[in-house]
């Protein structure tokens, strides 16, 4: 049976994929702060999830917590990093700022550094995280935000490097999705906004594929290969 961890499994996306694993016969480690979430969903199967309660933004706890899940699923094959956030931000209020970069960046980076140290050890294993479209251009509204998935993105092409040097069978997904239905995407003025199944399906399947990079829906690939091409004097008046 496989192993794997989702990190922001309470709800949204992870918790999407967290029970999709399970349909797949997979043994699922589930983190997020909100226990009472985490217990919910654990009794849909309580013998195949694990939980664990912890604030990514706190790197040291995070370690310690993911070693305990690890060792209670006896491995791991797939770790799913979904735990993420962002505010709208137009005054630039430096605690709203802060608190993205702490868990988008620092907490990320702290969580994906364990994981791929790990599969570099064991010689295998299938690292994905969830950034963003957000990520390809910067963002007025919620400038720490789409910089934040920017990193992410860069990130995780350095890892990519990384393992075709290793030549070891260790994979790095980024998942970049339009705006989907979940706490996160709520406001006015949205568009096209994917149902959560509907996106963790197509999620899913790039992971079984070991795809490197993919865009959720093919429209908002579209969107954002557009948004790649779109020059600067456009870009900056939008
Ligand atoms: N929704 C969209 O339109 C959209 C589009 C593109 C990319 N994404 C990305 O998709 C990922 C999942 O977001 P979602 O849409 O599923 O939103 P969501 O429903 O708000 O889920 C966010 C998850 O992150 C966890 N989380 C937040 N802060 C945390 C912290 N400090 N420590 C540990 N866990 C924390 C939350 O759990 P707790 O609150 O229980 O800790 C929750 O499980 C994010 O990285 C987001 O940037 C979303």
Wanted: charged content about 30%.
């Amino acid at each position: 049976m496989k192993k794997a961890i989702v990190i922001g499994a309470t709800s949204g996306i992870g918790k999407e994929l967290a029970k999709l694993l399970i349909d797949n016969n997979y043994k699922v480690g589930i983190t997020g702060r909100r226990t009472e979430l985490l217990d919910e969903l654990k009794k849909s199967n309580p013998k195949f999830f694990f939980i664990k309660t912890f604030d990514a933004t706190d790197t040291k706890t995070s370690i310690d917590k993911l070693e305990e899940l690890r060792s209670e699923l006896g491995g791991l094959d797939l770790l799913i990093l979904s735990s993420g956030t962002g505010h709208l931000n137009e005054n630039l209020d430096f605690e709203i700022e802060k608190k993205v970069i702490d868990l988008n960046v620092t907490g990320f980076t702290n969580i994906i550094n364990w994981t791929f140290n790990y599969f570099e050890k064991q010689k295998f294993g299938h690292l994905v995280a969830i950034s963003s479209i957000a990520g390809i251009r910067g963002s007025r509204e919620a400038p720490s935000y789409n910089a934040t998935k920017a990193y992410q993105i860069n990130y995780l092409e350095g890892l990519r490097q990384k393992v075709k040097k290793i030549e070891k069978p260790i994979f790095v997904t980024d998942i970049r999705p339009g705006l989907v239905d979940t706490d996160m995407a709520k406001g006015e003025g949205l568009f096209w906004v994917m149902p959560v199944k509907k996106v963790t399906k197509q999620i899913f399947k790039g992971i079984i594929n070991k795809n490197k990079v993919v865009y959720i829906t093919k429209r908002w690939g579209f969107i954002g290969r557009l948004l790649k091409i779109i020059p600067r004097f456009i870009y900056d008046r939008m």
